[in-house]
């Protein structure tokens, strides 16, 4: 049984860093792509960045100066970190895994960027 | 990066209508389009993957269509429970999310 499950702060100050943490059950981080996707409340939904089943990562060029993806594949875990964190950030995190049509999301943690 | 523009953005209709969403991408992505339903509060749920291919589960209803640049989904029938929020992602390059279609009951 695929699952996902992201870890992570309620609240972060403004201008600290994000860290999240997306655990993931019943698949192989080498053969599943694992994306970052948030929503800020009553907006949509807007792709962050990738890491890759073999290893590479990919982001979204509005984030690439300030967000990190990495792994650990002896964990099942992948790793979301992104800093100078402003109001808008305040969103719902996703993680969410693909290979060809299987397509697999964790419930999201909601953060709220707070001055 | 490629750019999504869906449309409406928001939709109200009844039960039975037909009903169509709309998205157009900034270039051509060869159709490599996915839409996603979401439900308040709930994770995305994969509807049709790759313009026209119907994910597991999911009721014939939904249909897709497109290339080049334009896609769409139709509801054939619109069911009470297809309330929700609809969008496209392209994946031809990275990845855009359009910017969703809310479809309410009239």
């Known amino acids: 049984q695929v699952q996902l499950k992201e870890t992570g702060p309620d609240l972060v100050q403004l201008t600290q860093t994000l860290s999240i943490t997306c655990t993931v059950s019943g698949f192989s981080l080498t053969t599943y792509n694992v994306h970052w996707v948030r929503q800020p409340p009553g907006k949509g939904l807007e792709w962050m960045g990738a890491m890759w089943n073999g290893g590479g990562t990919d982001y979204n060029s509005a984030f690439k100066s300030r967000l990190s993806i990495s792994r650990d594949t002896s964990k099942s875990q992948v790793f979301l970190k992104m800093n100078s964190l402003q109001t808008e950030d305040t969103a719902k995190y996703f993680c969410?895994?693909?290979?060809?049509?299987?397509?697999?999301w964790g419930q999201g943690v909601m953060v709220t960027v707070s001055s | 990066d490629i750019q999504m523009t869906q449309s409406p953005s928001f939709l109200s209709a009844s039960v039975g209508d037909r009903v169509t969403i709309n998205c157009k991408a900034s270039?051509?992505?060869?159709?490599?389009l996915n839409w996603y339903q979401q439900k308040l509060g709930e994770a995305p749920k994969l509807l049709i993957y790759n313009t026209n291919n119907l994910q597991t589960g999911i009721p014939s209803r939904f249909s897709g269509s497109g290339s080049g640049t334009d896609y769409t989904l139709t509801i054939s029938s619109l069911q009470p429970e297809d309330v929700a929020t609809y969008f496209c992602?392209?994946?031809?390059?990275?990845?855009?999310f359009g910017g969703g279609t809310k479809l309410e009951l009239k």
């Open positions: 270039q051509n992505i060869n159709k490599y």
């Open positions: 969410a895994a693909h290979r060809y049509n299987r397509d697999y």
């Open positions: 992602l392209q994946h031809s390059s990275r990845r855009t």
